[in-house]
């Protein structure tokens, strides 16, 4: 980030963020068909008889076991790839919906009156625009508020003068300041 | 001594939001269930086929039952990685389309929020957590420009109030107070 000007202008996502995730998905869901060729290699494995009647008999004979073999196998890759799958989300996702977090919770804070300081996301977190942007806001909102500050307290060192000058600058003050204030919209 | 008290407090991060990634593994679930069954259902039909074919013709030539279904199995077991692989790599994409729709929408809002424009919802989107999240934006905003228009409406009604200067003090003195509140 070169300035202000330049806040928030990076990428919300990386492309190599898209490409990794992609890439731990594809090696995810190959280990998973790897694991059920396994299983059903296993099964169906089993040495045939050498004459005729054998082989018909160990095929006939292994048609009613198929439909429990494949469902058990199936079972087992769909609850291993859904939780390799589940995890991986977890572990990729985290970069997204941390950052989220806590911008929640800052934003939380803001509204709740304590005091706001600059975010920061981790080095590998994604939308770091979002951070960006929100000091962004914050910064405006500081320097707008020492300026009307400023402005009010300039008027006050009139008071050393007479009354009415006081006044008559105090007022002036708080028009500049009502003004300031309307390009808030 | 080290006093723990004195420690800068580190913001807690939190690496499970079942808002944003309970959708995403839900989805994921799906697609990995779904690709299953249809291979389950497409595997099934295929070997009892093949195999009381084999049954018929006594296939002396093959080892096992393995040795028989191989390539089929294999075109499935390709099928099978194929598909949830594609369906997947979709979901991700739409995924990534959406939180950058969602998110771009918020850093749209806070770089018009920094121009003044509190007013303009930031409109989201649709997924549940982006959605929030917009809305805690929109409330940060909104309870800014409350603030601002309030305080802008009682110093233009201070300078024309003509009121006692005691009476003028106090009320400087709390509008102060109260612009220091501003983004404190």
Not at chain 1, 148 to 163: G, I, S
Request: glycine share 8%; proline share 4%; aromatic share 10%.
């Amino acid at each position: 980030m070169s300035g202000p000007g330049a806040a928030g202008n990076g990428p919300l996502i990386h492309r190599r963020y898209v490409l990794g995730l992609l890439l731990r998905l594809c090696v995810n869901f190959a280990g998973g068909v790897g694991i059920l060729f396994v299983i059903l290699y296993f099964a169906l494995s089993r040495s045939l008889p050498a004459d005729y009647e054998g082989v018909f008999h160990a095929l006939r004979n292994l048609s009613p076991f198929l439909r429990p073999i494949l469902a058990i196998s199936v079972l087992v890759y769909a609850i291993l790839a859904c939780g390799s799958t589940s995890a991986l989300c977890v572990y990729i996702l985290h970069k997204v919906a941390g950052p989220l977090y806590r911008m929640e919770l800052i934003l939380d804070q803001y509204r709740s009156g304590a005091h706001t300081r600059t975010v920061s996301f981790r080095h590998d977190d994604q939308i770091q625009p979002l951070a960006q942007t929100f000091n962004l806001w914050i910064g405006a909102l500081h320097r707008d508020r020492h300026r009307w500050l400023a402005t009010m307290m300039n008027a006050e060192r009139h008071c050393l003068q007479d009354e009415a000058t006081c006044r008559a600058e105090m007022e002036e003050a708080l028009r500049k300041v009502a003004e300031d204030m309307a390009r808030y919209r | 001594m080290r006093k723990p008290a004195l420690q800068p407090s580190r913001p807690s991060i939190r690496y499970v939001s079942p808002r944003y990634q309970g959708p995403a593994v839900l989805a994921f679930a799906v697609i990995i269930v779904t690709g299953g069954a249809i291979f389950w259902k497409l595997v099934d039909s295929a070997f009892q086929r093949v195999f009381l074919r084999a049954a018929i013709r006594g296939h002396y030539a093959f080892d096992s039952a393995y040795d028989i279904v191989r390539d089929l199995l294999a075109w499935h077991l390709a099928g099978l990685f194929v598909g949830v692989f594609l369906a997947g790599s979709v979901l991700v994409l739409l995924l990534i389309a959406a939180t950058r729709h969602g998110i771009g929408k918020a850093v749209a809002s806070l770089r018009a929020s920094a121009d003044g424009d509190l007013s303009t919802p930031t409109g989201t989107g649709s997924i549940g957590e982006l959605d929030r999240f917009g809305k805690k934006i929109d409330a940060a905003r909104s309870y800014t420009l409350a603030s601002v228009l309030e305080i802008r409406s009682d110093a233009a009604a201070l300078a024309a109030s003509g009121i006692a200067p005691e009476e003028f003090r106090l009320r400087w003195d709390e509008l102060k107070q109260r612009i220091r509140r501003i983004a404190p």
